[in-house]
């Protein structure tokens, strides 16, 4: 197992060694890496951005699901490659890691992951709870292998209550866990929102969960099971609407883009487009109406608190809607610029990737991929001031790093891994 340095040394020393060169919080970490399709690789490539050695696990025989899932799929650089290339879906949640491929069935790739477990400190797995434990590769065995192993599970509904032994799908999560009942028109039927965020939320609370752990381990020398499932981590994530019903017993509707307590705040119609307005309290309110030329609207006792603005919200809302719609988005845009209240286009993804503040952060990087060439990424999201995060590896080829993994971490011979290979337990 790699020494986490970083979590053995005193406030002082640490002090001491902030000056040297920049480099990821998570440097001298593995991570056993044996999930598939989102929540779980979204979790480890950032801990994989942060700077983890994180080693994926990959069935021989077509590796991660979402290896096929296309199109589109990415050109190959080589014409004569005729196979489609690697999926968008892959490349965009498997950065910095390396690819081993193992047959976890067979007597020769477990012990493999045995021996891969007493060199790492982290293992993230989304496989149906008790399936692993079967292979001999639960919690309860492979702490005994290694103690210091944190040892992440994620499933659909977690490793305990009636319905553990289901399958998780984000869909089905945002459908059984009111996400979907409050997404969509008020008069429309529900709907799922435009991405897996109940997967992506997953992954991010499996991702603090992991650094807790890491920062406990610095002081009891012990690793820990996690156990973080879909169901809780969307209802957790209802926030402000689960409150309301805990709280006050108050049931949630679809409201659009509306807010519940606010008023206005939702998307409107202009003459040609649409805009997001928001009027967080009164004063904006004021300086919104200045702005529209409604400055009247500000007066009127119906509308002078927010609370009177919730009340009597339609009434409001279809007089501003009557001012936008006199006029085009470009023009609102401008007169809106500078008056100390949100608002803002709905962008496509084109615009959003040619926004002037995404490309002066630099989130988009240019990686070179070994069958793609020049592929374009969503980088790392925060920035460290007295630390680095970055793409080191692009999306790995299936099975690419099963040599290097095996010899140089393991030790193994290059005999005894081409017999594990002549023997299925690894990939061709």
Not at 61 to 86: C, I, L, M, Q, Y
Not at 264 to 286: C, K
Not at 303 to 320: A, F, P
Request: proline share 6%.
């Amino acid at each position: 197992m790699m020494t986490v340095r970083s979590f053995h040394v005193t406030r002082s020393q640490w002090r001491d060694l902030a000056p040297a060169p920049k480099r990821g919080p998570l440097e001298g970490v593995r991570v056993l890496d044996l999930t598939r399709v989102l929540a779980g690789p979204y979790c480890t490539m950032m801990l994989g951005d942060l700077g983890a050695d994180v080693v994926k696990i990959e069935n021989p025989v077509g590796g991660d699901d979402t290896r096929a899932w296309g199109p589109p799929f990415a050109n190959n650089k080589d014409s004569s490659d005729t196979e489609h290339g690697e999926s968008a879906y892959f490349l965009c949640v498997n950065r910095n890691k390396k690819s081993v491929t193992v047959n976890m069935k067979s007597e020769g790739g477990r012990q493999l992951l045995h021996d891969l477990v007493k060199e790492s400190d982290v293992l993230v797995e989304n496989y149906l709870p008790g399936k692993l434990a079967k292979m001999g590769l639960g919690y309860e065995e492979l702490s005994k292998i290694n103690p210091k192993l944190i040892y992440a599970s994620i499933t659909g509904y977690g490793q305990t209550g009636p319905y553990a032994n289901r399958p998780g799908y984000d869909v089905i999560i945002e459908a059984e866990a009111g996400l979907m009942h409050i997404t969509g028109e008020p008069d429309g039927k529900p709907v799922k929102v435009g991405v897996a965020i109940t997967d992506l939320t997953t992954g991010l609370y499996a991702h603090s969960s992991i650094l807790a752990a890491l920062v406990q381990r610095g002081v009891t020398d012990r690793g820990q099971h996690i156990d973080c499932s879909l169901i809780e981590s969307q209802v957790a994530s209802l926030a402000n609407i689960a409150s309301n019903f805990l709280i006050g017993g108050q049931e949630a509707k679809r409201m659009g883009t509306s807010h519940p307590s606010i008023v206005p705040y939702e998307v409107l119609p202009t003459r040609d487009s649409f805009v997001m307005l928001g009027a967080g309290n009164d004063g904006q309110f004021v300086k919104l109406c200045n702005r529209l030329g409604l400055d009247h609207l500000a007066e009127e006792p119906r509308y002078k608190s927010n609370k009177d603005r919730v009340q009597h919200r339609k009434e409001l809302i279809d007089l501003l809607t009557q001012r936008l719609k006199e006029e085009d988005n470009s023009f609102w845009l401008e007169k809106l610029t500078g008056a100390g209240f949100p608002f803002a286009p709905i962008s496509n993804i084109e615009e959003t990737f040619d926004h002037p503040q995404i490309k002066a952060r630099g989130l988009v990087h240019e990686v070179d991929h070994p069958r793609a060439g020049k592929i374009k990424m969503v980088g790392p999201p925060v920035k460290y001031s007295d630390a680095k995060t970055s793409i080191r590896m692009p999306p790995p080829l299936l099975g690419a790093h099963t040599s290097d993994v095996l010899e140089n971490v393991l030790g193994y011979s290059k005999e005894k891994v081409d017999k594990l290979r002549e023997e299925g337990a690894i990939g061709a």
